[in-house]
T-cell receptor, first 114, second 113 residues
Framework: AQSVTQLDSQVPVFEEAPVELRCNYSSSVSVYLFWYVQYPNQGLQLLLK??????LVESINGFEAEFNKSQTSFHLRKPSVHISDTAEYFC????????????FGQGTELSVKP | DAGVIQSPRHEVTEMGQEVTLRCKPISGHNSLFWYRQTMMRGLELLIY????????DSGMPEDRFSAKMPNASFSTLKIQPSEPRDSAVYFCASSSGQGNGYTFGSGTRLTVV
């Protein structure tokens, strides 16, 4: 069965600093990988996804994630964060024998301080 | 597209009462998912449908919970009778294929007192 581990439950960082949110997955077959963001009192929104091809994927607001098959990782990075990036971030995996299900990690709370 | 629409946004009810949560998926999406989110347990998949048929309900916590999808544009999640430990945010999501990810609704915040 597939699983997702987000290694940090909380990440505090100062504004304009770089940040990395870590995600590892376990799967014996090809997978699709996703990052979702949840702002306070809202639903989850798709931030970016990896399906195939280039291992580096980018979002429209400056985040990027790199698929590393050998390390089974899909870490999320941003070189300079803003206050508005404060939110909870979820890594998710789909594919294999999970049918249509997305398997979510436990989430990482990113707190950006001025 | 209006996205996935959930109602109500907030629900406060007394223990023992029946609660019905509603979801309208995105038109053309053939999969629908119900999730529950709490601080303690994070996001839990309760049940999902494919082409209106329940595929996996292993996450439904108890017989008090039931879900239906009578047609491609509507689904309900019912709790009867409700208990305080059911208090959570319930999300509905829909998808047109696992490679496309999910689109989530804004959620229903349920409080059972």
């Amino acid at each position: 069965a597939q699983s997702v581990t987000q290694l940090d439950s909380q990440v505090p960082v100062f504004e304009e600093a770089p940040v990395e949110l870590r995600c590892n997955y376990s799967s014996s077959v090809s997978v699709y990988l996703f990052w979702y963001v949840q702002y306070p009192n809202q639903g989850l929104q798709l931030l970016l996804k990896y399906l195939s091809g280039s291992t580096l994927v980018e979002s429209i607001n400056g985040f990027e994630a790199e698929f590393n098959k050998s390390q089974t990782s899909f870490h999320l990075r941003k070189p300079s964060v803003h206050i508005s990036d404060t939110a909870e971030y979820f890594c998710a995996v789909a594919g294999g024998n999970q049918g249509g299900k997305l398997i979510f990690g436990q989430g990482t709370e990113l707190s950006v301080k001025p | 597209d209006a996205g996935v629409i959930q109602s109500p946004r907030h629900e406060v009810t007394e223990m023992g009462q029946e609660v019905t949560l509603r979801c309208k998926p995105i038109s053309g999406h053939n999969s629908l998912f119900w999730y529950r989110q709490t601080m303690m347990r994070g996001l839990e998949l309760l049940i999902y449908f494919n082409n209106n048929v329940p595929i996996d309900d292993s996450g439904m916590p108890e017989d008090r919970f039931s879900a239906k999808m009578p047609n491609a544009s509507f689904s309900t999640l019912k709790i009867q009778p409700s208990e305080p430990r059911d208090s959570a945010v319930y999300f509905c999501a829909s998808s047109s294929g696992q490679g496309n990810g999910y689109t989530f609704g804004s959620g229903t915040r349920l409080t059972v007192v």
